[in-house]
Every structure is written in structure tokens, then in C-alpha cells.
Nanobody, 126 residues
Framework: QVQLVESGGGLVQAGGSLKLACAYS????????MGWFRQAPGKEREFVAA????????SYADTVKGRFTISRDSAKNSVYLQMNSVKPEDTAVYYC???????????????????WGQGTQVTVSS
């Protein structure tokens, strides 16, 4: 298991930028696929971005591709989501997730991620 804590959410104007952080703690030697998901009111949780443990591969939802960037800093035990050119439809609670199984990476399905943070609210005003 890995423990995850998100931070960095807040209110931002459309067209602006915001950077989310996810601090993780894990057993030494364990590796994980890391992802960001979001859930808007009345909607299902959806995939936003994911990164492999070594940072060599990233994946993005079409809705955020070219605007958001996921990265990992192993020295700081953190994963980040840089959000640029944000839109009102980006408003949601953003969750950091992790799982050691390859199915989490191949499917990007929330049900295949076993560890979750508490979430951080992002609100984009028009």
C-alpha cells in the first residue's frame, strides 16, 4: 500500500494555471503506476493523466492533452499535475491514485487503482 496526500487546489480564472502535488509514502522497493483522476458533481470519476514509476512514459485524456503535464520527482516523493490554459469544464475534485499492477496503466480505469488520496478541489471561473 502507498499513502497519498494531494495539495495545490484552489480557485483559478479560465486561461490560468495551477499545479497540483501528490506526496506519497511507500515501502522501500515498491513501485507504482501513478495517476490523476477527477470527479465533477453528478459525474463519474474520470482519468486525467498517468505516469510510470520511472517517469519514462506518460498518458493523458484527450480532454487535457496539450494543456496538462504529469511529472514525478523521486527525490521529493511527489507526483505533480501542471494545469495550463484551464477551462471551466476542468472544475472538479482531483484525486491522486497509485497501483502496482500493470492493469492500472493499461486500462486507466479508476477501479484498477487501489490507493487514493483524499482529493483537492479545483474551481475554474469563467
Amino acid at each position: 500500500q502507498v499513502q497519498l496526500v494531494e495539495s495545490g487546489g484552489g480557485l483559478v480564472q479560465a486561461g490560468g494555471s495551477l499545479k497540483l502535488a501528490c506526496a506519497y509514502s511507500r515501502r522501500t522497493g515498491s513501485t507504482y503506476f501513478m495517476g490523476w483522476f477527477r470527479q465533477a458533481p453528478g459525474k463519474e470519476r474520470e482519468f486525467v493523466a498517468a505516469i510510470t514509476w520511472n517517469g519514462g512514459s506518460t498518458s493523458y485524456a484527450d480532454t487535457v492533452k496539450g494543456r496538462f503535464t504529469i511529472s514525478r520527482d523521486s527525490a521529493k516523493n511527489s507526483v505533480y499535475l501542471q494545469m495550463n490554459s484551464v477551462k471551466p469544464e476542468d472544475t472538479a475534485v482531483y484525486y491522486c491514485a497509485a497501483d502496482s499492477r500493470a492493469t492500472s496503466w493499461t486500462t486507466k480505469d479508476p477501479s484498477n487503482f487501489g490507493s487514493w488520496g483524499q482529493g483537492t478541489q479545483v474551481t475554474v471561473s469563467s
